[in-house]
């Protein structure tokens, strides 16, 4: 089972990214995912989340408003559009899935969440 989170790269203060990870090995379709985020030297952070229905969706205080997560059933794949783009964000973003289907709440906390992709780098130059 992998989740491979793609689409970082370097962009300018204002700029806009679009992560994706893809599930590979089993589907999560029916399960919370959600993005964190870890900067140098400091510890990883939440960022987005959505729950298992894709109805709700949840959002660190720091990105509201400039990030939006979203996912593909068909295509078993979640998004992360970030718009707004500042230096702070720069970080390497991990995306996560819940082993456990239809598990709704706790979806700041890393330890809701079994599966971590690889993590991909997002730098925001000012």
């Known amino acids: 089972v992998q989740l491979q989170a793609s689409g970082g790269g370097l962009v300018q203060a204002g700029g806009s990214l679009r992560l994706s990870c893809a599930a590979s090995?089993?589907?999560?379709?029916?399960?919370?995912m959600s993005w964190f985020r870890q900067a140098p030297g400091k510890e990883r952070e939440f960022v987005a989340a959505?729950?298992?229905?894709?109805?709700?969706?949840y959002y660190a205080d720091s990105v509201k408003g400039r990030f939006t997560i979203s996912r593909d059933i068909a295509k078993d794949t979640l998004y992360l559009q970030m718009n707004g783009l500042k230096p702070e964000d720069t970080a390497v973003y991990y995306c996560?899935?819940?082993?456990?289907?239809?598990?709704?709440?706790?979806?700041?906390?890393?330890?809701?969440?079994?599966?971590w992709g690889r993590g991909t780098q997002v730098t925001v130059s000012s």
């Open positions: 959505i729950s298992w229905s894709g109805d709700s969706t």
């Open positions: 090995g089993r589907t999560f379709s029916k399960n919370a």
């Open positions: 996560a899935a819940d082993n456990v289907q239809f598990r709704s709440g706790r979806y700041g906390d890393p330890k809701k969440y079994d599966y």
